[in-house]
């Protein structure tokens, strides 16, 4: 999608710290972490937010989960644990709108959150 950030992301014209790819997902680092790891899985393909994501079916949604995994592993928070987060809607504070699930792990996470 045109003047999408993570659709620039995906396809490269928008340089990001990958640290995993698959087939149809992608793994980066977030340009402002909230967390010692944070890290964002999109698919390469636009879809706006979960629901759209979800409603798709095929398989992305538990691709997108595989890859979240093993961001973690590859961060080095798998054993120590780690959040996985889609903020979906105005009162989530979506920003981005291609759909995303925020990784963060590294130090002890509050709940519930804010
Ligand atoms: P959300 O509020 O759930 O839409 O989250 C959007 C996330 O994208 C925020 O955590 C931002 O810090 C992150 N972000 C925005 N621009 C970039 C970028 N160019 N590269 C990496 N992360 C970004
Ligand atoms: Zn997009």
Redesign the pocket.
């Known amino acids: 999608m045109l003047d999408c ?1 993570f659709c620039g ?1 995906a396809s490269g014209q ?1 340089p ?1 710290e990958i640290i995993q790819e698959d087939s149809r997902t992608i793994a ?5 972490p ?1 967390a010692p790891a ?1 890290v ?1 899985v999109i698919p390469k393909e636009h879809y706006v937010d979960l629901a759209a994501v979800a409603e798709a079916g095929g398989g992305l949604l538990e691709e997108m989960g595989r890859l979240a995994h093993r961001a973690a592993v590859a961060e080095g928070i798998d054993r120590s644990g780690y959040r996985a987060v889609f ?1 979906s809607g105005p009162d ?5 709108p291609h759909v ?1 699930a ?1 990784v963060l792990g590294g130090r002890r996470l509050s709940w519930p959150p804010g």
């Open positions: 950030l992301i928008i990001a980066f680092r977030d340009i402002n909230q944070h964002l903020n989530s504070g979506q920003e981005v995303h925020h």
